[in-house]
Every structure is written in structure tokens, then in C-alpha cells.
Nanobody, 120 residues
Framework: QVQLVESGGGLVQAGGSLRLSCAAS????????MGWFRQAPGKEREFVAR????????YYADFAKDRFTISRDNTKNTVYLQMNSLKSEDTAVYYC?????????????WGQGTQVTVSS
């Protein structure tokens, strides 16, 4: 069992930056592929970024390329999402997810989410 707790969300102006963190419980964090997803009001949850267990492989949704960076620190059981050049359409609840696999495809565990609001 893995528990995920996101933090770092908030209100930011368009063009600003936020860094989301997701702290995982347990001693097997380095065995889990991690990812970030988001859900905007009235929309379905969508993929944002994923990172492999070692952190050596990363993949982004098209809207996140060149603006968002996913990273992980296996010594701190934490995955991050650095978001730059934020736009109003980035407003959503952001969720951290984990899967016991090399690369995440179908998450086994989800965090409770953190709200990101970008004002224009």
C-alpha cells in the first residue's frame, strides 16, 4: 500500500510558476513509477507527465512540454512537478499517481489532489 500526499498548489497569475510535490509513504517508493494527472472543472481527468522508477525516462502531454518538468527524489520518497509559464487553462486539481511498474500506465494509487488556480 502506498499513500500519496500532494502539496504546493495555490493561486498564481498567468505566466507564473508553481512547484507541486507528492510525498509517498512506504519503503518501496523506488519500485513505483509515478505520474501527474489533472482534472479541470467539467472535464475528465487527463495525463500530464510520467517518470520511470529510476527517473531516467520522462514523458509529457503535449500541453506540458517545454513548460512542465517532472522529477523524483527516491531518497525523499517524493515526486515533483515544476510548472512554468502557467496559463489560465492549467487551472485544475492536480493528482499524483503511482504504479508498481517501470513506467506508469494504469495507476494503482492516487493522492487526494491539490488545487492549482491560474488567474488571467
Amino acid at each position: 500500500q502506498v499513500q500519496l500526499v500532494e502539496s504546493g498548489g495555490g493561486l498564481v497569475q498567468a505566466g507564473g510558476s508553481l512547484r507541486l510535490s507528492c510525498a509517498a509513504s512506504g519503503r518501496t517508493f523506488s519500485s513505483y513509477a509515478m505520474g501527474w494527472f489533472r482534472q479541470a472543472p467539467g472535464k475528465e481527468r487527463e495525463f500530464v507527465a510520467r517518470i520511470s522508477v529510476s527517473g531516467g525516462w520522462k514523458y509529457y502531454a503535449d500541453f506540458a512540454k517545454d513548460r512542465f518538468t517532472i522529477s523524483r527524489d527516491n531518497t525523499k520518497n517524493t515526486v515533483y512537478l515544476q510548472m512554468n509559464s502557467l496559463k489560465s487553462e492549467d487551472t485544475a486539481v492536480y493528482y499524483c499517481a503511482a504504479q508498481r511498474a517501470v513506467v506508469i500506465s494504469t495507476p494503482d494509487f492516487w493522492g487526494q489532489g491539490t488545487q492549482v488556480t491560474v488567474s488571467s
